[in-house]
């Protein structure tokens, strides 16, 4: 049996340039490690991500969970066998013993569980995808359907569009290097456009890589991305999604849309009418986290896949929820919102057995770790969105999945439904 050595974790920086953790587990099989992402627009149901709130970092440095992880964690993970996913995060779990893993963090637990699985394929002589398929129970694993984030808006740009994601979902793409491929020009000519309409500052990016253009209203980045779809000729290939992300301008009892105040039945009605007049197949978070009629009335009027991120948190009795009062019919796997790999199995085990979708997610803080790309895979989940075809936290996840396409696993567009 292989054992765990040494755990070791410090303290790095993410995409935004906060502080992160890392995990470092040691075994006879050599080193492991991990890194875990922090998100901007977060769901008050999410496992606490642990900060020191002192002056260092501006109140955002992470030593207190590092310490956990060095310490507590450390000393309880030495001589375990890092094949035992489960165990070591029931263990860690148990470990810290508050149901919003608050008390050791969710980024100090979840940093040494990825790195766990990490030490438990090395230990299996085999890849990190098929040591998560084997642990998930996945028959046949598949490359994911990208839903790449090409204009920001909300929380994660600077900007006045309320909707924190456009997106462009390459569906019937032959391969995923073919979806990438699209992609990418896809990219580059909404690049070209937003200059000449805007000026260079247009093509300013988000935090994920996507532009972040002086737009206004809801509708006109769906317009300016269908009209690049049509001139590039893949209106046959490619899809639109939105992620919304109502909480974020949910204030009291009414929504603030373009300035205006707004209704939870008249953002349902808008709605309606964006599924009718552009190629868009999905939608997050469509209203208030809390709104899950709202959510079930959508999902019963429209074809949309309607996916649960604040809503559910990667959260399993939110989720089930979720599923009696039919708000969803797929979920957004966000492994920090929960805080360990097991609980996030479970998470999508579930989902699929409710016959919903489920898309693995990066967050908008990421680190160079593609951990999530063989997430995916190892799940057989169908959809992946990591961002746009830009920077190289994003990079990171896309490339890793064209690597494991050359394996022969099949892309999962053929038969991928969204409604």
Not at 32 to 57: C, M, Q
Not at 243 to 259: C, H, I, P, Q, R
Not at 277 to 287: A, G, H, K
Not at 384 to 390: H, L, N, Q, T
Request: glycine fraction near 8%; aromatic fraction near 6%; proline fraction near 3%.
């Amino acid at each position: 049996m292989v054992k765990i050595l040494a755990v070791k974790a410090r303290s790095i920086l993410d995409s935004r340039g906060n502080p992160t953790v890392e995990c470092d587990i040691k075994t006879e099989k050599g080193l492991s490690r991990a890194s875990v992402p922090s998100g901007a627009s977060t769901g008050s149901h999410e496992a606490v991500e642990l900060r020191d709130n002192a002056k260092a970092y501006l109140g955002k440095g992470v030593e207190r969970a590092v310490k956990n992880v060095n310490t507590i964690i450390a000393r309880a993970l030495k001589g375990k066998d890092p094949t035992r996913q489960e165990e070591i995060d029931k263990l860690l779990i148990e470990l810290d013993g508050t149901a919003n893993k608050s008390k050791l963090g969710a980024n100090a637990i979840l940093s040494a569980s990825l790195a766990c699985a990490r030490a438990g394929s090395a230990a299996k002589g085999v890849e990190l995808f098929e040591h998560i398929q084997k642990i998930s129970s996945t028959k046949k694993c598949t490359i994911p359907v990208p839903a790449l984030n090409i204009i920001n808006g909300g929380k994660h740009a600077g900007n006045k569009i309320d909707v924190q994601e456009y997106m462009i979902i390459p569906v019937k793409a032959k391969s995923f290097s073919h979806a990438l491929q699209i992609s990418s020009e896809i990219y580059h000519k909404l690049k070209e456009t937003l200059k000449l309409r805007f000026g260079a500052s247009a093509t300013n990016v988000g935090d994920e890589g996507g532009f972040a253009p002086p737009l206004d209203c809801i509708e006109e980045p769906l317009e300016l991305i269908t009209d690049t779809i049509i001139k590039l000729g893949y209106w046959k290939e490619v899809k639109l999604g939105m992620d919304v992300a109502a909480t974020s301008f949910w204030k009291g009892n009414k929504y603030l849309v373009e300035g205006k105040e707004t209704t939870a039945d008249l953002l349902l009605e808008r709605y309606e009418e964006l599924a009718k007049t552009f190629p868009l197949v999905s939608i997050e978070d469509p209203f208030y986290e809390e709104d899950f009629e709202h959510f079930a009335q959508l999902h019963t009027k429209t074809d949309l896949q309607i996916i649960g991120d604040d809503l559910l948190c990667t959260n399993l009795s939110r989720i089930k929820k979720a599923a009696e009062h039919h708000s969803c019919n797929a979920l957004l796997l966000k492994m920090n919102q929960i805080g360990t790999l097991s609980e996030a199995l479970a998470a999508a085990s579930y989902a699929k057995s409710r016959h919903w979708n489920v898309m693995v997610s990066h967050r908008s803080g990421e680190t160079e770790d593609n951990f999530i790309a063989d997430l995916c895979v190892g799940t057989a989940s169908g959809q992946i969105k990591a961002g746009a075809p830009c920077r190289g936290e994003r990079l990171a996840k896309y490339n890793q999945l064209l690597r494991l396409e050359e394996k022969g696993i099949k892309y999962a567009g053929k038969n991928l439904r969204f409604s």
